[in-house]
């Protein structure tokens, strides 16, 4: 009796009906697969397209700030310059008080011996027979004098105290090109001068405000060269950290500021020196 049951469903699988509805589940099944796996790749790549987007914004994000800071950085970096160049241009001005030339223009031993010749003509009696003659000679010898030729009036140099005066004026109207020709003129000249290292800085602080920033970094190196213990040396020694600084040298200027607080500790500068350190790390 099982034979029988055995032959039928055989028969049954075998024949065309069967067959076909069993290859129709297996298309649909492969179909839902098919349209899972789509799903499945478009949910994946709708995350990643976002992931994208947030990247991208954050990149935007980020770019923008950059933007700010370079901006405010600049801005910091040109209101330091010009806080440091008033700063100096009032310190400038104290300074040409105290370094005002004490010679002052010689005029006229002439005037003196006039002055000498009054006087003692004021002392005569007058209608003394004294005067009368001094007075006859001296017409005599007005009339010689009348006939000689006249000497050649000699000009004296100007005094080192007048050159830096000048280059100093020029400084403090901001005709820059006029004070570094007078203070780099005044180095050459007088080198050994006591205002020669004043002079140094002053040229390369106007260096420094027109901005030109290497000649800068090579007055103020001379400063400290000159003169280790002059009393500009700790500001040129940081002014020339500040030009390299500006420049984009942050290893230099580094080098430069700890510098200054190794040779000035006591300085103003020092404290100046420090908070540029800050700001670099």
């Not at 709708?46 to 994000?61: K, Y």
């Not at 005002?100 to 006039?114: F, K, L, Q, Y």
């Not at 050994?192 to 602080?205: E, F, M, R, V």
């Amino acid at each position: 009796m099982r034979r029988p049951l055995l032959f039928a469903v055989l028969a049954l699988a075998a024949s065309p009906s069967f067959a076909q509805s069993t290859r129709e589940r297996l298309e649909s099944l492969e179909l839902r697969v098919t349209q899972l796996q789509e799903t499945v790749r478009g949910q994946a790549l709708i995350e990643l397209s976002q992931r994208l987007d947030a990247l991208e914004a954050e990149a935007r994000s980020l770019r923008g700030d950059l933007d700010v800071l370079q901006r405010e950085n600049d801005e910091r970096r040109k209101q330091q310059a010009d806080l440091a160049g008033e700063f100096d241009r009032r310190i400038a001005a104290l300074e040409a008080r105290l370094a005002a030339p004490a010679a002052a223009p010689m005029v006229g031993s002439g005037d003196a011996g006039a002055s000498a010749q009054t006087v003692e003509t004021a002392d005569a009696a007058p209608g003394s027979e004294s005067t009368a003659m001094p007075a006859a000679a001296g017409s005599g010898a007005a009339a010689v004098a009348s006939t000689a030729p006249s000497a050649p009036v000699t000009v004296p140099p100007e005094t080192p105290e007048v050159l830096y005066g000048r280059a100093f004026d020029a400084l403090k109207a901001a005709n820059y090109p006029a004070a570094i020709a007078g203070m780099s003129g005044f180095v050459v000249q007088f080198p050994s001068h006591p205002l020669a290292d004043n002079a140094q800085y002053w040229l390369g602080q106007s260096y420094y405000v027109t901005r030109d920033y290497a000649k800068a970094i090579e007055a103020f190196a001379a400063v400290g060269s000159r003169s280790p213990d002059a009393s500009k040396a700790p500001d040129a020694l940081l002014k020339k950290g500040l030009s390299e600084l500006s420049l984009g040298r942050n290893d230099a200027a580094r080098a430069s500021f700890n510098e200054v607080i190794r040779r000035y500790p006591q300085n103003e500068a020092a404290r100046s020196a420090r908070e540029q350190l800050g700001r670099l790390r």
